[in-house]
């Protein structure tokens, strides 16, 4: 017989009643019934029922093992009574009665149970992380996401790429976040980076010939945490493909998404490949994002020219000054009590807003201060570009359009929050595409780059030297589920002029692009087809189909959100010795003087 296990915690059933069997894994429960022992032991698998009577050779060992110990158990399967069943465990119609009990290892006390429900703060759960996967929820989670990446895996090969592996040293990218810098040791004064993503690399492989690339990719980013962002690294399905274009990238990504959505989604809806397609300025108008969710059934309308020139002066001057005017509609709020209005204030001023005004219809009409200070047939105007009948309301967001636009959109999915009309229990895709080219930084007033800036411009040459910046759109594309952003794609800007003259248009000097991109440009001058790709957040995936709030629930050893590593320690300080090896010399910020109260 096997020294450990002859059969695992969940494989175990009435036919194999009869056999002596070994099994080991850990004490999740125990229970004393005068004399009768009763412990629930545990492995990946599932568990298995222990009995030990009473007078049992290993009862008083069994006794003193606390839960969590791992242990090994030998003895006779023996099938339950019938009052004793339990249903819903796969091995719920035996019990294992011990004849032998080893413990192989004692289990101290534990700094929260496993076992139960028990609301334990997410530091100790960080700090604890290797009881904290014996949980069977975060357990599941973690097999959750290795058949993802497996099922991923299989599809694009399927489809017919291949998996290769780029660099985790490199140099430096402008990916739109903070690099993690290695020292380069037998370089004194030089760093390498950690990849943001493996973007110039990818792109370099198809300049190579290899045509259909994909890999499960590892991406390191110093950028602050949020629920649907780990602040260290995270992966993603990295794919890209010559002589594509976008319309061919979408149809390669869509089955493997619509794919893995169905496969482990647990018989949720899934939206059917082809997914709609949402232009930038559509999105930002009609959903007040560029990450829409499409289970929110609101619409914003345009109702600017509805109060310009009225009798609503706040409106009527912000008409009159070039911004907008949103309407967000609230169906069946009109018979909410005044304090859901009021709410709906405090929460506009708590974010950053003056406050949300909003207009109530009946059989009669429109109520509300706003109502009584706009004419009757600018009210009926509203009513009817919203799509609103008596009995609902509508709320208004005001002011210059890149503001108004992300405002709104935090009042629709506020407003469908509090009327609980967002369609939970399904997974809702779509692209948004013609993302602009270039924007103005308002801080410096000059033109920047509004997203990649690797991406084709639409028009290619000619656009970057006729048309004005900033009506240019590029080929770059966000693949979106349930208001999630799961990857940013685009066709890639593969002739070098093109380049050189995108990034002049951002103020990027020919020699400081020949500087910092001067192996990918000189690439595409040897020879470069047209390609493009994407690359969804494999963690972001995991996170919608286990229906989990934060990213960290799906990953396996995740950092806090301060970026720290409370198992092991890390970030940590490097010894004076390492640091000299590396040619380093800490300038660190100087404590804050403490000012001492008389």
Known sequence: MHPYRTHSCAALRAGDAGQTVRLSGWVHSKRDHGGLLFIDLRDHTGMTQIVIPAGSPVLETAEQTRVESVVTVTGEVVLREESTRNPNLPTGDIELRAAEFTVQSAAAVLPFQVAGSENTPEDLRLKYRYIDLRREKVRQNMFLRSRVIASLRNRMVEAGFTEFQTPILTASSPEGARDFLVPARLHPGKFYALPQA?????????????????????????????????????????????????????ATLEPVMEGVFREFGGGRPVSPAPFRRIPYAEAMAVYGSDKPDLRNPLLISDVTEAFDGSGFGLFAKIAASGGRIRAIPAPGAGSRPRAFFDKLNTWARENGAGGLGYIIFDADGGKGP???????????????????????????????????????????TKIATELELIEEGRFEFCWVVDFPMFEMNEETGQVDFSHNPFSMPQGGLEALNTKNPLEINAYQYDIVCNGIELSSGAIRNHLPEVMIRAFEIAGYPESEVEARFGGMLNAFRYGAPPHGGAAPGVDRMVMLLADEPNIREVTLFPLNQQGEDLMMGAPTTIEPARMKELHLAPDLPKPKPVVKKD
């Open 370 to 412: 706003i109502a009584k200070n706009l004419e009757a047939e600018r009210v009926e105007a509203i009513r009817e570009k919203a799509g609103l009948k008596p009995g609902d309301a509508v709320f208004f967001a005001a002011g210059p359009e890149g503001e108004v636009s992300k405002f709104s959109g935090l009042v629709r």
């Open 198 to 250: 493996p973007q110039q690399f990818k792109q370099l492989a198809m300049v190579g010939g290899l045509d259909r690339y994909f890999q499960i990719a590892p991406c390191f980013r110093d950028e602050a945490a949020r629920a649907d962002r780990s602040p260290g690294e995270f992966y993603q399905l990295d794919f890209e493909m010559a002589f594509a274009t976008q319309e061919e990238v979408f």
